[in-house]
């Protein structure tokens, strides 16, 4: 694809012109959680050719959280439909997702195999996620869960228009 360095090279008179890697954080597991942002401090160095030493500096680069990766639509829109699960858990689903101006984010469940949207939940019953969120509940205008479905196959049908799917979750 056409991805670009998550952390770039800096200016040739930076601390980072030619050499980066992040800081061993095998003590914490990973990037740091610190509210909607992901942390990840990095060292980077540079070599003073006259002396041949090497001088270092300690950096910070933010996330936002679940930031690695989006399913993205334009104005056109776009559709994504998970695999069938089961669900489970409390019943409340949320996302993560950057819906820019007059775009929104809309969700409809669906039955397992015929896709078509269950009663209550389809996409016109949908109240529309718009702004720049990382945890944004999904509400119906008739229900404000998915309780009602526990322990039943279903899918999820995200309807895109000027939006970044990050991530959804159940709980």
């Known amino acids: ?38 942390w990840f401090y990095y060292r980077g160095g540079s070599i003073n050719a006259r002396k041949r030493d090497w ?12 930031g690695f990766a989006s399913l ?12 069938p699960f089961i669900f489970e858990g409390k019943g409340d689903l949320f996302v993560n997702a950057d819906v820019s101006g007059n775009g929104e984010l809309r969700v409809a469940v669906v039955d397992e195999d015929t896709a078509e949207e269950l009663a209550h939940f389809g996409r016109n019953d949908s109240v529309a ?9 999904a509400r119906w ?7 009602e479905l526990k322990g039943r196959y279903v899918r999820l049908a995200f309807h895109l228009r000027n939006a970044k799917l990050y991530s959804f979750w159940i709980e």
Do not use: C, H, M, W
């Open 129 to 137: 996620i718009t702004g720049d969120v990382t945890r944004s509940a």
């Open 1 to 38: 694809g056409d991805r670009k360095p998550f952390i770039a090279l800096g200016d040739e008179d930076s601390r980072k012109p030619g050499y980066l890697r992040a800081v061993n954080l095998a003590t914490v597991g990973g990037p740091i959680i610190k509210d909607d942002e992901l």
């Open 55 to 66: 001088q270092y500096g300690l950096g910070l680069a933010t996330l936002r959280r679940d």
């Open 141 to 147: 205008r008739q229900r404000d869960s998915l309780a």
């Open 72 to 83: 993205n639509a334009d104005e056109d829109g776009g559709l994504v439909i998970t695999r």
